[in-house]
């Protein structure tokens, strides 16, 4: 694979593909610009080097259709002010208004094309319609991690008609972190593995068992192991039908002398809610009736002390339902555990990615992937098709 810095950009037209698959108000105002800020790297570097840069993104689904809603004009205006530099709108990503605003290109202009989505040919990966997004350039760049999990038009088939293809700094950075991680880690190698369910991470937890030293099981998909091992659990978010997975799961940990960590004890209520009535119980003492939301103080000191003397941890989904202030300090203890662990820190998952944010922390985890799916694809050992179409 070639990167963005091995190749001449200079007067040259770039189409940069990049995630601005940003949340917006009703109003249409950008709440996080997170994701924009995550491409400045690449989209400086291509700026300084004396590109024509052609930045496409999608944003939301609107199935390839026009929804005013999901326009991408209220991004440029975002981009403008973190560049300092204006950034040009087209209203479509090709025909004539596109080929029209790159004739009119300088060295060192940048456009932002509309929602790529609104275009039914993007999400069914059409080599015509990738066709058209080539002819607006001479080379192709890659930095949008978050979807290479998915074909596309602007991800996988544009590659085939552009001679020159590469990706950014992000998408080198999301490659190069994960091999620290999946192929020649630091040991001791914690992975911290929460959310909800069992069955979004059954691959997940059966590959990095192949790799880990330990692994720390938190979140809603915990108590379908607890209930596994024996215990009740009352009404705690259970998937009945992977239990016997979960004690293959076990029972593969205990053979490859994996220490495979679960909560000893949860923060409990009778439903889900800022305001509800709280209890902090052993887990075997969970009464029928309540509903296991968080782990417990006992469960924090023994999770925070499985990562002290860890040299990489990889963590991905959180400990409980954060977003709820009654539920939120497993999830924030663990986050101040892992930033001031020493190691080499890795965190990925939107959810996972928004507690370390609000905890103040995102400075001290070495890397924060931008992706969701496609981190989860990665550690699953899949080949992402946005990676392996710049493969050559």
Not at 177 to 199: D, E, H, Q, T
Not at 220 to 242: Q, R
Request: some cysteine; aromatic content about 6%; proline content about 4%.
């Amino acid at each position: 694979m070639k990167y963005i810095d091995q190749i001449d950009m200079k007067g040259k037209r770039v189409f940069l593909r990049v995630d601005f698959n940003v949340p917006m108000d009703k109003s249409g105002n950008v709440t996080d610009d997170t994701r924009v800020r995550a491409s400045l790297p690449t989209i400086k570097y291509s700026l300084e080097k004396g590109a024509k840069v052609i930045l496409a993104s999608h944003l939301g689904r609107p199935k390839g259709k026009r929804v005013e809603g999901m326009s991408l004009k209220p991004v440029a205006k975002i981009l403008s002010s973190l560049l300092k530099k204006d950034v040009a709108f087209v209203d479509d990503c090709v025909g004539e208004k596109a080929q029209a605003a790159v004739g009119k290109m300088k060295e060192g202009d940048i456009i932002l094309l509309e929602n790529l989505r609104f275009q039914p040919g993007e999400d069914k990966n059409d080599p015509e319609f990738a066709k058209k997004l080539a002819g607006l350039c001479d080379i192709y760049i890659d930095d949008a991690f978050a979807v290479s999990h998915r074909a596309a038009a602007s991800n996988s088939a544009i590659t085939e008609f552009v001679k020159t293809c590469a990706a950014g700094f992000l998408l080198k950075n999301e490659i190069e972190y994960f091999n620290k991680v999946m192929v020649n880690p630091a040991r001791p190698l914690v992975a911290i593995i929460g959310g909800s369910k069992v069955s979004d991470k059954i691959g997940v937890l059966e590959k990095i068992m192949e790799k880990v030293d330990k692994l720390l099981v938190g979140g809603g998909m915990a108590f379908t192991f607890l209930k596994a091992s024996g215990y009740g659990i009352g009404k705690s978010l259970c998937e009945t039908d992977m239990l016997d997975l979960a004690r293959k799961i076990m029972e593969k940990a205990r053979q490859k002398n994996v220490q495979f960590l679960l909560p000893v004890d949860a923060v409990i209520a009778k439903n889900p809610a800022a305001d509800a009535e709280i209890k902090i119980c052993n887990i075997k003492d969970i009464p029928e009736d309540w509903i296991g939301l968080d782990i417990g103080p006992a469960t924090i000191t023994l999770f925070s002390d499985a990562v002290k003397n860890a040299k990489t941890i990889v963590w991905n989904g959180p400990l409980g339902m954060f977003e709820l202030a009654p539920f939120s300090k497993g999830t924030f203890s663990l986050v101040h555990a892992v930033a001031n662990s020493g190691a080499l820190t890795i965190v990925g998952g939107g959810d996972t990615d928004t507690a370390v944010h609000q905890t103040g922390e995102s400075a001290k985890i070495s890397f924060i992937s931008t992706g969701g799916g496609a981190f989860l694809e990665l550690l699953e050992g899949k080949t992402l098709p946005g990676v392996a179409a710049l493969e050559t």
